[in-house]
């Protein structure tokens, strides 16, 4: 029988209450060492919400440093070309409210921000945020209200950094997938080229 909790008091009751340290670490302004971590990362998982409440997590990632610090309470986040679906941005435009996830390579803990978005398609700081020539094509200004840095244990249970647990073969590979999954139009021969040796080199076009 499934056992579905719907109050709060039903989760606290399981859960217990949260440790000391789980309440009081959250802050609202950067301090140096949250600049040193941004600096340092070159990945991040953006989560946004639509007015309706359904969701999306989207992956950033660039050249460390690619998330910029504008202040103590204001971050920016490129956009590269991509897929030009635009879940998110279309998200923050119904609802503001955005949660970050940033990681360094190799750390097991990691750096949450939470605030409130909006979309810029220039500004004189998208200057300092050109990668191989290409300035971004807008940038997601996140107002910090909330951030905090987050334990080791989810990534030291999976072992994600831990190089003997990679089975990065467990499924056949991108081409085929997409050919298997969505049905396109194009050959196998052709995705294969698509994803194949140059794609990597036309990430920024």
């Given at each position: 029988?499934?056992?579905?909790?719907?109050?709060?008091?039903?989760?606290?009751?399981?859960?217990?209450?949260?440790?000391?340290?789980?309440?009081?670490?959250?802050?609202?302004?950067?301090?140096?060492?949250?600049?040193?971590?941004?600096?340092?990362?070159?990945?991040?998982?953006?989560?946004?919400?639509?007015?309706?409440?359904?969701?999306?997590?989207?992956?950033?990632?660039?050249?460390?440093?690619?998330?910029?610090?504008?202040?103590?309470?204001?971050i920016a986040v490129p956009e590269r070309p991509g897929n030009?679906?635009?879940?998110?941005?279309?998200?923050?435009?119904?609802?503001?409210?955005?949660?970050?996830?940033?990681?360094?390579?190799?750390?097991?803990?990691?750096?949450?921000?939470?605030?409130?978005?909006?979309?810029?398609?220039?500004?004189?700081?998208?200057?300092?945020?050109?990668?191989?020539?290409?300035?971004?094509?807008?940038?997601?200004?996140?107002?910090?209200?909330?951030?905090?840095?987050?334990?080791?244990?989810?990534?030291?249970r999976s072992e994600l950094w831990q190089p003997e647990t990679?089975?990065?073969?467990?499924?056949?590979?991108?081409?085929?997938?997409?050919?298997?999954?969505?049905?396109?139009?194009?050959?196998?021969?052709?995705?294969?080229?698509?994803?194949?040796?140059?794609?990597?080199?036309?990430?920024?076009?």
């Amino acid at each position: 029988m499934t056992v579905e909790i719907s109050t709060h008091e039903e989760l606290r009751e399981l859960l217990g209450a949260p440790m000391p340290r789980a309440v009081t670490k959250e802050r609202v302004r950067l301090h140096e060492r949250d600049r040193q971590w941004l600096a340092a990362s070159p990945f991040c998982l953006l989560a946004t919400s639509a007015a309706d409440g359904t969701c999306d997590v989207s992956p950033k990632g660039d050249p460390p440093g690619f998330v910029r610090v504008l202040d103590d309470t204001t971050i920016a986040v490129p956009e590269r070309p991509g897929n030009r679906r635009a879940d998110g941005y279309r998200n923050i435009l119904d609802n503001p409210h955005v949660g970050l996830i940033s990681l360094i390579p190799g750390r097991t803990d990691t750096l949450r921000i939470n605030g409130r978005a909006r979309l810029v398609s220039d500004a004189p700081f998208f200057d300092d945020m050109v990668v191989k020539g290409h300035r971004p094509i807008l940038a997601v200004l996140v107002e910090i209200e909330q951030i905090f840095y987050h334990c080791a244990k989810a990534f030291l249970r999976s072992e994600l950094w831990q190089p003997e647990t990679w089975t990065p073969d467990v499924l056949p590979t991108r081409p085929r997938l997409i050919k298997e999954v969505e049905a396109p139009a194009e050959t196998l021969e052709e995705l294969e080229r698509h994803y194949g040796p140059e794609y990597a080199k036309k990430i920024y076009a």
